[in-house]
T-cell receptor
Framework: AQSVTQPDIHITVSEGASLELRCNYS??????LFWYVQSPGQGLQLLLK??????LVQGIKGFEAEFKRSQSSFNLRKPSVHWSDAAEYFC????????????FGTGTQLKVEL | EADIYQTPRYLVIGTGKKITLECSQT?????MYWYQQDPGMELHLIHY???????EKGDLSSESTVSRIRTEHFPLTLESARPSHTSQYLC????????????FGSGTQLSVL
């Protein structure tokens, strides 16, 4: 069975600073990988996903993530954070052939200081 | 963007009551899911459906039940609510392609006293 670890529960960054949120996964083969964002009182929204091909994927709102097989990681990055990026971020993994059932990490709460 | 709706948004109820959490989507998706979310914990899949009259239990054991009589509707029922059921319940749907993105509703925050 697959699993996801997000080692940072809370992260605080200043507006305009760069951001990296960590995600490590456990899966026996090449997984499907996702990052979702949840704003207060809202459902989760997909930021980006990796299925195959180019290991650097671009998403919405200026986010990108890089799949590193050797490190079993899929870290999320943004070069310049905006105050509106404050939210909770979830990394998720899906098994190939497992339908659309995803396994989520525990999330990272991002706070942005003005 | 998301056309998936959950009601009620908040529910506070006493122990022993029967409750139904509603979830509807207007995208014509065959695949629908219920996740349970507790603060500081990962989302856990508790039920899923790949179409009408198809329901399966997820990875996390749950005392709730679901039904899928219509494509657009995927309600979750607790026959006798207990304080241990206090949680946020998120409904989601997706298109037919394997590992297509999930569309999430805004969730129902359930508190059982």
């Amino acid at each position: 069975a697959q699993s996801v670890t997000q080692p940072d529960i809370h992260i605080t960054v200043s507006e305009g600073a760069s951001l990296e949120l960590r995600c490590n996964y456990s899966y026996g083969a090449t997984p499907y990988l996702f990052w979702y964002v949840q704003s207060p009182g809202q459902g989760l929204q997909l930021l980006l996903k990796y299925f195959s091909g180019d290991t650097l994927v671009q998403g919405i709102k200026g986010f990108e993530a890089e799949f590193k097989r050797s490190q079993s990681s899929f870290n999320l990055r943004k070069p310049s954070v905006h105050w509106s990026d404050a939210a909770e971020y979830f990394c998720a993994v899906g098994a190939r052939g497992g339908g659309n059932k995803l396994t989520f990490g525990t999330g990272t709460q991002l706070k942005v200081e003005l | 963007e998301a056309d998936i709706y959950q009601t009620p948004r908040y529910l506070v109820i006493g122990t022993g009551k029967k409750i139904t959490l509603e979830c509807s989507q207007t995208m014509g998706h065959d695949k629908m899911y219920w996740y349970q979310q507790d603060p500081g914990m990962e989302l856990h899949l508790i039920h899923y459906s790949y179409g009408v009259n198809s329901t399966e239990k997820g990875d996390l054991s749950s005392e709730s039940t679901v039904s899928r009589i219509r494509t657009e509707h995927f309600p979750l029922t607790l026959e006798s609510a207990r304080p241990s059921h206090t949680s946020q319940y998120l409904c989601a749907s997706s298109g037919p392609t394997t590992n297509e993105k999930l569309f999430f509703g805004s969730g129902t925050q359930l508190s059982v006293l």
